[in-house]
């Protein structure tokens, strides 16, 4: 890399931001030399997500990438390359400069398609009985949501320098597609907005499910121990080792005793029903 940006003429600063990563998306001048630091996300063959931090140095006749690893998403661009497809040949390096950068910002929407399908999988399956593995692939979905916010918020930004700079290395005519790229920016931005809400809103709904299944537990549970307290009254009194019981003596007071048990049980079945504690809604 060093040698590299001596032959080209990179300052020694641009090329320590190359090496150094992650670095914050921006964009700096190094005299006729304009440095333009972007994080690049992909989908691999396995639909993982993949992010690294590609970086642009634009110069006078040339442009320059570097990749932390093979694989991008430029693959569109080197098809018009290699087809002599528009006007990617004939224009300047200021427009292929352009198309890169639009390759980055558009390669965001198909990760966000994905996880929109994997929020709509966890929003059918939050009401499900609970299973820690949909709590962690919420929170999962999350931190890369918020990791996704604030990527594509300084690219954002990095944009908006790079529009606002007057004698910049872009022409006026790149200047329109830029804009248009930067308004892709903004959308990303609103759909990772919304994404995050619709996150927040099924963890809520799964908390609240996991809640309501406790509460139903407890419920049940607490149905069953009002049973069983009048019933274990009865059988305490008649457990006393008094002598002068009359209710011992008789012939049929044991017959009686469960008689009356589940009298008492029935009364008590019949009651939390007529309340609805016994029904599910």
């Known amino acids: ?30 005299g006729d030399r304009y440095l333009i630091v972007l994080q690049m996300g992909s989908l691999s063959s396995s639909q993982d997500i993949e992010l690294e931090q590609i970086t642009l140095v634009l110069g006078p006749t040339w442009v320059v990438t570097f990749q932390e690893r093979p694989g991008d998403v430029f693959e569109p661009v080197r098809r018009r ?11 300047g390096p200021d427009y292929l400069t352009y198309a890169l950068i639009d ?17 709509d999988d966890l929003e059918e399956s939050a009401l ?3 299973d820690r593995t949909h709590l962690q692939d919420i ?7 918020i990791q996704l916010n604030q990527i594509v918020w300084g690219q954002r930004d990095a944009l908006s320098s790079v529009l606002r700079t007057e004698e910049g290395p872009f022409g006026s005519a790149v200047h329109v597609y830029l804009r248009d790229t930067y ?29 309501n ?26 457990g006393m080792n008094f002598r002068h019981m009359p209710e011992l003596g008789w012939r049929w007071s044991y017959a009686g ?8 049980a029935g009364a008590l079945l019949y009651w939390f029903r007529r309340r609805g504690w016994l029904r599910g809604g």
């Open 1 to 30: 890399l060093a040698a590299v940006g001596e032959v080209l003429g990179i300052h020694p600063l641009a090329v320590a931001d190359i090496v150094h990563t992650p670095q914050r998306s921006k964009f700096e001048a190094f």
């Open 81 to 91: 390359l290699r087809g002599g497809l528009g006007s990617l040949r004939r224009a």
């Open 103 to 119: 390759s980055i910002v558009d390669g965001y929407f198909p990760i966000l398609e994905q996880l929109g399908e994997q929020l």
């Open 128 to 130: 499900a009985p609970a």
């Open 139 to 145: 929170h999962a979905i999350r931190r890369l949501l």
């Open 183 to 211: 308004d892709h920016s903004v959308q990303l931005l609103e759909l990772v907005g919304s994404l995050r809400e619709l996150a927040a809103a099924i963890l809520e709904v799964h908390l609240s499910s996991v809640s």
């Open 213 to 238: 299944r406790m509460n139903e537990v407890m419920k049940t549970l607490t149905v069953m121990a009002s049973i069983f307290i009048p019933l274990t009254f009865v059988a305490g009194v008649y």
């Open 257 to 264: 005793f469960w008689c009356g048990i589940v009298v008492i």
